[in-house]
């Protein structure tokens, strides 16, 4: 954008009580046909994510890669591993002791186990923050004052104006109508 | 539930995770007020100048280690593995509680890790920084330890992949990576807490930058749930095979008294027991000073004093074995180092090892002294001589009394190697105290789902 401030609609916010009522929007609100939506929890609810229709396991890929990642890190870590070490004492540093073959594969074992849990390890982390862009230094949602208690004991459900059935008066009206309290409108703003 | 002694008043106490009446605010607020509202006291600031001193104690002794060289420490043919190898091991050995703790129980779902598992990892972090030390210095020039890691350089040589040394190179320092990550992931939401808590800029700054936008999004949760699990699922081989590797270091050799298959597993044994008994080394002055009974309850000491008798029997299963194996197999070297370790020159430090590591847990098998305060302290402090003496049993025992009477030698520790072992004492507990201060000792989420747990319970 050439202006020098920005001031869209983020999407419209409001508060629960409770985990179990934040779960109860939540189904509502993808009932009601709203795709771009999301919770916040100061903790993991358990079952929150299959109300918001997030699946775990080979179902849920397309929310969450985070373990196919995973096995690719381990794959890559552990054949990486062990041919790299046939690598270096076969071919580009081949040394005889005591006339036992250069490729000891089971001498290189322990280095292949530890180099496919470090592969899949880094690549749990670095690909759960990379699915959910973070480092994210800056989030409209940071700009209100009571979503702080996000963080704290705060339960929040956010509808986003990127959703196609995104209207502000109607998505206001269907969060009252859930039940939400301190109902607010999020503006992306500089 | 029925009534009777299994539900009276007295064991309910001793069995809470939490103790009752908290609530996702006050939770919150008790343990983030420690790092955010609490000013600095007279006891962390007398105890930081002490261990800060005793850390510039390590710093004096490598410099002296790197003017003089290795001649300093009381190593010499045929003991060329002194303090150095014993005081690694040991730290390893301590650093592998907390990811157990945090990893196994996790998976096994034990509630009462909770409250514990944060200084735990803490502690495998800084107990491991502290064993990393004893490589990087162990033969007195730190400026090869380059050696040690494959790389291309210009002198075109690469590490040799069949040697123990080297697996143990990759096995440590994975081991510290996937703690620091594990460590690393767990406070993401408690560093996003912190940040919206904080009052003053610089806090709000540095606490931001770590927390890197978290904000309990249930999307972002859904995939941290997961990347967390598949950590715990992850670091659990891992840590058994840490000590595993650590023990090929010796088994792998072929001198009496190390070559040996029960090594492996009665290392990792070993390394818990020592680990949880560091654990309660640190848990039990932490929640007296920062009055946190309430979440560091009787329930957690006494979970941890049965997983260390559970694992000082496994222990002692092994010191058992090693004797039984040595005289059935009729190997004469075998059999002579077993006279040697109770008859020989240290056998003094043989017979302390079994008093600590063998004889004083037994203490354990009663409930009032598993609910005892003062007496778990003073036993974990035993506990850990204990396994630094099994440590120092291994290394000089074995290398004094070898195959041929010609190479046989006497060890006797300087004053260099004391000052750089209490030294390292000295790193561990200031990285511990500048911790308490900084970071959530206790897992402020993790609470909270505690919190969520028990209201669930009574509805």
Not at chain 1, 110 to 137: D, I, R, W, Y
Not at chain 1, 145 to 167: L, Q, Y
Not at chain 2, 78 to 83: D, T
């Amino acid at each position: 954008m050439s202006t020098e401030t920005r001031n869209t609609l983020y999407g419209v916010i409001g508060e629960f009580d409770s985990a179990n009522a934040l779960m109860a929007a939540a189904r509502k609100i993808r009932e009601a046909g709203y795709k771009c939506f999301d919770a916040f929890a100061p903790f993991p609810i358990p079952g929150l994510s299959e109300a918001m229709g997030l699946h775990y396991g080979l179902k849920g890929w397309k929310h969450n890669l985070v373990p196919q990642l995973t096995l690719l890190g381990g794959l890559g870590g552990g054949l990486g591993g062990f041919f790299f070490q046939y690598w270096v004492n076969v071919i580009a540093y081949p040394l005889n002791v005591a006339g036992r073959p250069l490729n000891s594969w089971p001498a290189f074992i322990p280095v292949t186990f530890e180099l496919t849990v470090l592969g899949a390890s880094t690549c749990a982390v670095l690909g759960m923050l990379a699915l959910n862009k973070l480092p994210q230094p800056h989030c409209p949602l940071f700009t209100v004052p009571r979503f702080k208690r996000a963080t704290n004991d705060g339960f929040f459900v956010c509808i986003e104006s990127t959703d196609a059935k995104f209207s502000l008066a109607e998505a206001t009206k269907f969060l009252e109508s859930i039940g939400a309290k301190f109902i607010t409108e999020v503006r992306d703003e500089d | 539930m029925s009534e009777g002694p299994v539900n009276s008043p007295e064991i309910r106490r001793l069995a809470r995770v939490l103790e009752p009446g908290y609530s996702y605010a006050s939770v919150t607020d008790k343990i983030a007020s420690i790092v955010l509202t609490r000013p600095v006291s007279m006891g962390w600031l007398a105890g930081f100048t002490i261990s800060f001193t005793i850390l510039m104690v390590l710093l004096g002794s490598i410099a002296w280690l790197i003017i003089k060289g290795v001649g300093i420490w009381g190593i010499n043919i045929p003991i060329g593995w002194g303090f150095a190898i014993v005081n690694f091991v040991w730290w390893i050995g301590i650093g592998h509680a907390g990811t157990l703790i945090s990893a196994i129980l996790f998976l096994l779902n034990q509630q009462w890790r909770t409250s514990i598992n944060r200084f735990a990892e803490a502690m495998t972090l800084f107990a491991v920084a502290c064993a990393a030390v004893f490589p990087g210095i162990h033969v007195g020039r730190p400026w090869m330890a380059f050696y040690m890691f494959p790389y291309p350089s210009t002198m075109g040589m690469w590490p040799q992949f069949r040697s123990p040394l080297i697996w143990d190179v990759f096995a440590v320092s994975t081991y510290g990576t996937v703690s620091a990550l594990f460590w690393f992931v767990g406070l993401i939401p408690d560093l996003a807490t912190l940040r919206d808590r904080a009052t003053n800029k610089p806090a709000q700054i540095i606490y931001g930058m770590l927390a890197m936008g978290w904000r309990g999004s249930a999307r972002h949760w859904h995939r941290y749930q997961s990347a967390y699990l598949l950590l715990a699922g992850l670091a659990t081989p891992l840590v058994l095979s840490v000590h595993t590797v650590v023990s090929f270091d010796f088994a792998v050799g072929i001198v009496p008294g190390w070559h040996t298959t029960i090594f492996p597993p009665y290392f990792v044994a070993g390394a818990i027991y020592s680990g949880f008994a560091m654990v309660l080394t640190i848990a039990i002055p932490l929640r007296k000073a920062y009055g946190l009974q309430d979440f560091i309850t009787m329930r957690h000491l006494e979970n941890m004093a049965k997983v260390m008798l559970a694992t000082g029997l496994i222990v002692a299963y092994g010191y058992f074995m090693e004797f039984f194996l040595a005289l059935y197999s009729g190997n004469k070297f075998d059999v002579f180092l077993v006279q040697q370790r109770l008859h020989g020159p240290y056998s003094h430090y043989y017979f302390a090892l079994i008093l600590c590591n063998i004889l004083t847990p037994q203490l354990l098998w009663i409930q009032k002294v598993r609910t005892n305060v003062a007496a778990l302290f003073v036993m974990s402090l035993v506990i850990n001589l204990g396994m630094w003496l099994e440590r120092f049993v291994i290394v000089v025992i074995s290398l004094t009394r070898d195959f041929v009477p010609g190479a046989w030698g006497r060890y006797q520790a300087t004053f260099w190697d004391y000052s750089t072992f209490i030294g390292t004492m000295g790193l561990f507990v200031s990285l511990l105290f500048l911790f308490v201060r900084g970071l959530p000792a206790i897992s402020i989420a993790e609470m909270r789902e505690l919190v969520a747990h028990k209201s669930e319970d009574h509805e």
